[in-house]
Structure formats: structure tokens, C-alpha cells
């Protein structure tokens, strides 16, 4: 996406390649600190270091199974998935977004929808068709679960789109992180949000963890740099709403309230 290369290529011309990433902060070759507000479009929001799910990962790599054959972890996922949801489903996981929107759309034409946590227009994700998520683990951008409500019509359709296989390793860190975000839903609450809103407010309008920008769209760009200027990393598609730095000191947006954009 020529958005995000451009992020990158703007960071790295600042401060260099990033060269660790922890919680919501990014450390570069030049010694700087970034604020991560974009998070990856949503897939670092409960941090860069994936936690027990990258314990998970290695755990289950230590025992060689990453080859293309059957294990138990796939199934784990499914699991997972219906916890997340509360509801009984049907799970499968496609390696493109384009392959997990056909098979959703094929059972549930008609009810189909992205998962978001935290989704401030209160949807009742029990009562959708299709849900696609995201998993909460930065590093599989590649990984799109399908969840399908259990219907004979629905089975019927979605069994033509089969799961992809995805090594164990992998599928293993998934499944942790999924119930990693089960607890976050429990734990961060606006308490953990509003805290930042005396700077974020007078240029994004924020739904629970979610930063909508209110700078025109054609200026947007010019305020990706402003912000990176600021130690923030902020979404580079104006779309794409920026996430809240969940745990991160009120301060990192010092720079930013001292330095007003003026577009």
C-alpha cells in the first residue's frame, strides 16, 4: 500500500530503520523513541512484543511441527473464535483478505462484517452471519479468520471456501493472542483512553481507543510529518482511524501540544 511505504520511507529518513519494537513504542537505529499510534492498523494494539502469543510461537516451534500436514492447533483457533465471539461458529483462515471476504460473503451474503474491538456502534457480534477478524499479532499480517454462525444453508456455502493451512507455530501464537484480546476486553476501558484526549481531541475525535482525524483530507499527509516530527506515528491512510497508545505516558504527546499544526 502506497500509504504505508510512505510512512516508512518518512521514518526512516527521520530516524532511521526501526530496530525493536516495544508495546506501543519504536526504537530506531538513531536512538529515538516513536510513539506508535497506527499499531499496524489494528493488529499491534495490544502491543509490538506479542506476549504469550510469542511465547506460544516459540514453544510450539521448538517441537519441529511447521510442515503441511495436520495438528491440533488449527482446531484451537476455531475454539478461540467462538469465545470471542460467544457464539457457536464454523472456522476457517485464509492467508488474503480478498479469499476471507468470498467465503464470508458465499454463507452470510447478506450479513457480513469486520470485527473490531472495542466497536463503539455496539454491535451484536452474536447476531452476525460472517465475522472476519484480524488477529491481535503483528506479525501475521497474512492471516484473515473467517467465522461463520452454523446453519446447513451456510455450511453448505462456506465449505466450498477451504481453510488454508498455516503452520502450527503460527496458528499456535493466533489462537493465545485471540484469547490475549478476550482479557484486554475485560481490562482497558475509556479510563485508559480519555486520559490523552486534552491534546488528541483538537485533532482527531476519538471513539473508545479509536482516533478519527478531523484534519481535512487533503492535508492529511502534511500532518503525518507534523506528527512525525512530534516522536508519533500516526495511520497513514486517512481511512484508517489511529489507535490510542494504551499504557503510554500522557507526555509522549508533549511535543505535539507545544508544536500546533497549522495545516
Given at each position: 500500500m502506497e500509504e504505508v511505504d510512505f510512512l516508512a520511507s518518512e521514518i526512516s529518513q527521520r530516524y532511521g530503520a526501526v530496530q525493536r519494537a516495544r508495546g506501543c513504542f519504536l526504537y530506531t537505529r538513531k536512538g529515538v523513541?516513536?510513539?506508535?499510534l497506527y499499531q499496524e492498523g489494528g493488529r499491534a494494539i495490544l502491543g509490538w512484543g506479542g506476549g504469550n502469543a510469542f511465547t506460544v510461537f516459540k514453544n510450539v516451534l521448538n517441537r519441529g511441527i511447521t510442515g503441511s500436514f495436520d495438528t491440533d492447533y488449527t482446531a484451537r483457533i476455531a475454539k478461540?473464535?467462538?469465545?470471542?465471539?460467544?457464539s457457536g461458529r464454523r472456522a476457517a483462515v485464509y492467508t488474503s483478505k480478498t479469499a476471507a471476504l468470498k467465503a464470508a460473503i458465499a454463507a452470510f451474503p447478506e450479513s457480513t462484517s469486520f470485527w473490531r474491538p472495542w466497536n463503539q456502534e455496539q454491535i451484536d457480534w452474536k447476531s452476525v452471519g460472517s465475522v472476519i477478524i484480524e488477529p491481535p499479532l503483528p506479525w501475521t499480517p497474512y492471516i484473515w479468520i473467517v467465522a461463520v454462525k452454523i446453519s446447513p444453508e451456510a455450511?453448505?456455502?462456506?465449505?466450498?471456501?477451504k481453510t488454508e493451512r498455516v503452520p502450527a507455530p503460527v496458528s499456535a501464537a493466533v489462537t493465545r493472542s485471540l484469547y490475549d484480546m478476550i482479557t484486554?476486553?475485560?481490562d482497558r476501558e475509556e479510563k485508559n483512553w480519555f486520559?490523552?484526549?486534552t491534546?488528541?481531541?483538537k485533532y482527531w475525535k476519538r471513539h473508545g481507543p479509536y482516533l478519527i482525524p478531523e484534519i481535512p483530507k487533503e492535508k492529511y499527509r502534511d500532518f503525518i510529518?507534523?506528527?512525525l516530527d512530534c516522536g508519533l506515528v500516526i495511520s497513514p491512510v486517512y481511512e484508517q482511524?489511529?489507535?490510542?497508545p494504551y499504557g503510554a505516558d500522557p507526555g509522549v504527546f508533549g511535543k505535539l501540544k507545544n508544536s500546533v499544526f497549522g495545516g
Open positions: 523513541r516513536l510513539t506508535d478461540a473464535v467462538c469465545d470471542l465471539l460467544a455450511d453448505a456455502a462456506f465449505a466450498v471456501y484486554a476486553l475485560q486520559i490523552y484526549d491534546v488528541v481531541t510529518l507534523h506528527c482511524p489511529s489507535i490510542v
